[in-house]
């Protein structure tokens, strides 16, 4: 993590959710911490809270509700239900199917990219040169129709898969959507559905 030393990263984070949960200063859990972060403080130099630039992505504050807020679904007091369950357990399940064809889509976008850069390099060869071609971990000399050839065949596969993947995607964000309105419906603010 970019030279933080890693125990010194836990202190940052138990000081931060110790300080979110409003833990007492008599608890253990804040005098042990306290401790821990004059002793990092006085041999590393770090300061005592977390620079937003140390955390990262980790940030407390969005994650977190409101005094307000949470005061407000103890009002409510609303309790889940099993189908509520379900309906959050299956936005889970589609969100972590989305990141995994984002990802696909990616990797196929890039090798599409490398396809079409070999095909222009291809352009400047000569006709009747023998050119290497690449079928599974082994490499063939083929003439150079034929690698193009195999090239715009793989070309046109990558771009029918990648339409595929693009259509799987766009019903997946339609089902978390009408998912995340029934949910906010149902838990307003004391549910965050936010990717």
Same mark, same amino acid.
């Given at each position: 993590?970019?030279?933080?030393?890693?125990?010194?990263?836990?202190?940052?984070?138990? =000081?931060?959710?110790?300080?979110?949960?409003?833990?007492?200063?008599?608890?253990? =859990?804040?005098?042990r911490? %306290?401790?821990v /972060? +004059?002793?990092? @403080?006085?041999?590393?130099?770090?300061?005592?809270?977390?620079?937003? /630039?140390?955390?990262?992505?980790f940030?407390?504050? $969005?994650?977190?509700? !409101? =005094?307000e807020d949470? &005061? &407000?679904?103890?009002? %409510?007091?609303?309790?889940?239900?099993?189908?509520? @369950?379900?309906?959050?357990? +299956?936005?889970?399940?589609?969100?972590?199917?989305?990141?995994?064809?984002?990802?696909d889509?990616?990797s $196929?976008? +890039?090798?599409?990219?490398?396809?079409?850069?070999?095909?222009?390099?291809?352009?400047?060869?000569?006709?009747?040169? +023998?050119?290497?071609?690449?079928?599974?971990? /082994?490499?063939?000399?083929?003439?150079?129709?034929?690698?193009?050839?195999?090239?715009?065949k793989?070309?046109?596969?990558?771009?029918?898969?990648? !339409? /595929? *993947?693009?259509?799987?995607?766009?019903?997946?964000?339609?089902e978390?959507? !009408?998912?995340?309105?029934?949910?906010?419906? =149902?838990? %307003?603010?004391?549910?965050?559905?936010? *990717?």
């Amino acid at each position: 993590m970019d030279g933080i030393h890693v125990p010194t990263m836990r202190l940052y984070l138990l =000081r931060a959710l110790s300080r979110s949960f409003g833990w007492p200063k008599g608890d253990k =859990r804040s005098a042990r911490s %306290g401790r821990v /972060a +004059k002793l990092a @403080q006085d041999r590393r130099g770090y300061p005592h809270y977390p620079a937003p /630039a140390v955390l990262g992505s980790f940030d407390m504050q $969005r994650r977190m509700l !409101s =005094r307000e807020d949470e &005061a &407000a679904a103890e009002k %409510g007091d609303l309790e889940v239900r099993r189908e509520d @369950q379900d309906k959050i357990n +299956k936005f889970s399940r589609l969100h972590q199917r989305e990141m995994l064809l984002e990802d696909d889509l990616k990797s $196929r976008a +890039k090798e599409k990219e490398d396809l079409e850069e070999i095909s222009n390099e291809l352009e400047l060869a000569d006709e009747d040169e +023998k050119v290497p071609y690449k079928l599974g971990d /082994a490499f063939i000399m083929l003439p150079l129709p034929e690698v193009q050839q195999l090239l715009s065949k793989s070309t046109h596969k990558i771009e029918s898969s990648v !339409s /595929a *993947t693009e259509e799987k995607l766009s019903d997946i964000r339609e089902e978390m959507n !009408s998912l995340k309105v029934d949910l906010y419906a =149902r838990f %307003g603010k004391s549910i965050n559905l936010e *990717t």
